[in-house]
């Protein structure tokens, strides 16, 4: 089970993908080898393989990458070769010698690597001659070339469904934490009921890095892509959704925290929690209208119209549970910050 978890991903590459990088690696030995025809255009497939990559911008990196290390390790092996021979110590001499001009020129990991296995390939190959260095070099900037062409050209990827499916289902698990936490403190709880609560309230952090993540690659799919103006607003939107969500997922596991923390049983008899019960609905019902425009498939609404239309305003808690109702009343002000458009005063 170990070893599967190892070689085998956690979800398959889009067949899209394997289609793309099939037709890059066909086109690249056909085009390299017509350019090339005195040897197997190995170098050429390779680099196509390398660069289709699952969005443009890292097809890029990695075309740059392929190209420099190809470069970088013909030239090595090309310069032992002359004045060593070809010899097998100095494939071994040479992989030592590419190994450190990348570490010297603080070279990436991949293109590193490129340079050692161009350096040894091309000795291994037998290449004594400048011809032979020089015609590797072309053939492998005409398979990056065409792996770039072919990712751009059909249906270069553009992931902002992924960005859109994280950020509602990080909505929808907010809406339901606070609507979790308004009942909580509408009834008695027991003391698995609290704990229970609070591992719920705690899954929102993952979920929100997760929709981070997802951001981050929505917005390099859109790098260098020819689809990108008409998915840069909706992602820009997206975005804004998370930047209001954020907060709310600090602020409602800092509830929960506290309410968990100064939890007693004649809680729930409080006028005041139960008015902040009453706003915790609401903001669950407000920040559903949030999401709502982002949703596929949205559920019929109650309403349409936003719940929080005013401030909360409680009188002093009539027993020692002061020290709560304020914590929970500043982070419920926080909240209703977040999810307002228009920033309105709000009174306790």
């Known amino acids: ?30 085009a390299a080898g017509s350019v090339l025809p005195e040897q197997l255009p190995v170098f050429a497939a390779i680099a196509s393989l390398l660069v289709v990559q699952p969005s443009v911008n890292q097809s890029f990196g990695k075309a740059s990458e392929r190209s420099v290390g190809v470069i970088s390790g013909v030239a090595v092996a090309s310069i032992l070769s002359m004045l060593l021979g070809q010899a097998s110590w100095v ?76 950020v509602v289902r990080l909505g929808n698990e907010l809406a339901s934490t606070l609507d979790r936490l308004a009942e909580a403190l509408r009834v008695e709880q027991a003391e698995g009921d609290l704990e229970g609560l609070m591992i719920e309230a705690r899954l929102l952090r993952p979920m929100k890095d997760a929709a981070q993540t997802a951001i981050e690659e929505g917005e390099e799919s859109l790098t260098l892509n020819p689809r990108r103006s008409s998915h840069r607003s909706d992602l820009a939107e997206l975005r804004e959704i998370l930047d209001r969500f954020s907060p709310v997922v600090t602020r409602l596991i800092g509830m929960t925290r506290a309410f968990r923390d100064h939890y007693d049983s004649g809680l729930h008899s409080e006028p005041s929690v139960r008015a902040i019960a009453e706003q915790l609905t ?14 596929t498939d949205p559920a019929p609404m109650t309403s349409e119209i936003p719940a929080l239309t005013a401030p909360l305003v409680v009188a002093p808690p009539r027993s020692n549970h002061w020290v709560l109702i304020g914590s929970l009343m500043e982070d419920l002000r926080r909240i209703r910050e977040s999810l307002l458009i228009d920033e309105e005063d709000f009174d306790a």
């Open 1 to 30: 089970m170990k070893l599967t978890r190892r070689i085998q991903a956690s979800k398959r590459t889009p067949l899209l993908q394997v289609v793309k990088t099939s037709v890059a690696a066909v086109v690249a030995w056909i």
């Open 282 to 295: 609401r903001a669950a019902h407000d920040l559903r209208l949030i999401i709502r425009p982002s949703m």
């Open 91 to 166: 494939v071994m001499l040479a992989i030592l010698v590419a190994i450190l001009l990348a570490w010297s020129l603080r070279m990436t990991t991949g293109t590193s690597n490129q340079v050692a296995i161009s350096a040894m390939l091309v000795l291994a190959l037998g290449a004594s001659s400048p011809e032979y260095a020089s015609a590797r070099i072309i053939e492998t900037l005409i398979g990056a070339a065409i792996g770039f062409v072919v990712n751009v050209v059909i249906v270069p990827p553009v992931l902002v469904s992924p960005v859109r499916e994280s």
